[in-house]
């Protein structure tokens, strides 16, 4: 039971910081990913993971990532877009 009442309250946080991530934040963590070199195709994710940290991957994952990714394709287009390639070379 105390579990469950957990998974509730971290659901409940996390619709709060999706609630309360604004342009004005992606701007902010935009330019310290930008000053680091973080690639283009991964400003969103990286992005994601300095908001929200580690989640599990399902559809509250999706739901928070959907507008930031979103954001990142106005502000530089396809460009963002993650080609699929984890290296480019043998392994």
């Known amino acids: 039971m105390q ?7 971290f659901h409940r946080q996390l619709h709060h910081m999706n609630a309360a991530l604004s342009d ?3 701007e902010e963590i935009d ?6 070199g973080v690639s283009l195709r991964y400003l969103a994710l990286d992005s994601f993971k300095k908001t929200y940290g580690s989640v599990q991957d399902d559809t ?4 928070l990532f959907d507008p ?4 990142y394709l ?6 963002v877009r993650w080609d699929g ?7």
């Open 31 to 36: 330019r310290e990913l930008a000053a680091t």
């Open 74 to 79: 106005s502000k530089y287009g396809n460009s």
């Open 24 to 26: 004005g934040q992606l």
């Open 68 to 71: 930031i990714i979103a954001w």
């Open 60 to 63: 509250e994952r999706e739901r």
């Open 3 to 9: 579990v469950l009442r957990w998974i509730g309250l």
């Open 85 to 91: 390639v984890i290296a480019r070379f043998v392994i």
